[in-house]
């Protein structure tokens, strides 16, 4: 009688296991759903995934697959310093959606590197970075090509007069290198700079920005739009469905997450 007690028991609080865990996976709707055939792509500057929490991987990666990114530019990306207990950043979060990643390394630091980086769910065919003029502190693109489109993740420098020095050799290369692309081409990233800034007018003269203006630091706090994704004019045109500064998510918390906000661009990119 005790054994068959015991087993009832048991099986109880199996049933009961499951039935938690069939619930709290995915059961809930979408705060930002993604119309079919659109690409998502989110600007997020991550800081280094610990402004906040002490590691924020796993969460941003719930986070990220709760809005059915398509591909993840990140910037304040550490490989493998002390700070950050010799984790290769952007790898560790490609390795938690099952994605491929770019690293572009800006300047040294504790053992390792500080830098840009992005991740996607489509295979790169491609990657390389570039390096930006010098002035607070080194800065860089990283650069994916997929079969679809071309996409970079950067992030300018605090100070405007090195700003303007980078957003020339931004225009400049990519013009050089896409002006007869039959693909579109993919710029996101912390500009540190907004809307009606020089640096900014300066962007718009080789980019169409696509993204909200909608206001991305601090997360605790939005005041500043700062984060923007845009499109190299080359003449490939995308339709633009939707974009956000998404601030619901069911799965983290996006105040904890970074001292940013993330920002995000629903494409329609035409196929070649």
């Known amino acids: 009688m005790v054994q068959h007690i015991k087993n009832i028991t048991i099986l109880f609080f199996l049933l009961l296991s499951l039935s938690v865990s069939a619930c709290s996976k995915d059961d809930f709707t979408p705060a930002y759903p993604k119309s079919e055939g659109v690409t998502r792509l989110v600007s997020y500057n991550v800081g280094v995934f610990a402004k906040y929490a002490k590691s924020g991987y796993k969460m941003t990666a719930r986070m990220m697959k709760e809005l059915d990114a398509d591909a993840v530019c990140m910037q304040e990306l550490d490989s493998c310093t002390t700070r950050t207990k010799h984790v290769f950043q952007v790898k560790r979060f490609a390795e938690l959606m099952g994605w491929e ?45 997929l079969e679809d489109y071309i996409i970079a993740s950067t992030h300018l420098d605090l100070q405007k007069e090195t700003q303007l020095e980078e957003v020339e050799v931004i225009n400049k290369t990519f013009t050089e290198l896409y002006k007869d692309c039959p693909k579109p081409i993919f710029l996101l990233g912390d500009m540190n700079a907004e809307p009606n800034s020089e640096t900014i007018q300066m962007l718009k003269t080789c980019w169409d920005i696509l993204s909200v203006e909608g206001n991305t630091y601090s997360s605790h706090n939005p005041d500043k739009c700062i984060d923007f994704i845009l499109q190299l004019k080359n003449g490939v045109k995308c339709e633009v469905i939707e974009s956000k500064v998404p601030t619901v998510f069911h799965t983290g918390d996006v105040t904890q997450a970074s001292d940013h906000l993330p920002i995000y661009v629903d494409v329609k990119i035409p196929k070649n």
């Open 101 to 145: 990643y770019v690293y572009a390394k800006a300047m040294p630091y504790q053992g390792g590197y500080y830098g840009t980086g992005l991740a996607c769910k489509d295979k790169i065919l491609k990657k390389f970075s570039i390096a930006l003029p010098q002035g607070g502190e080194p800065r860089t693109v990283a650069v994916a090509e």
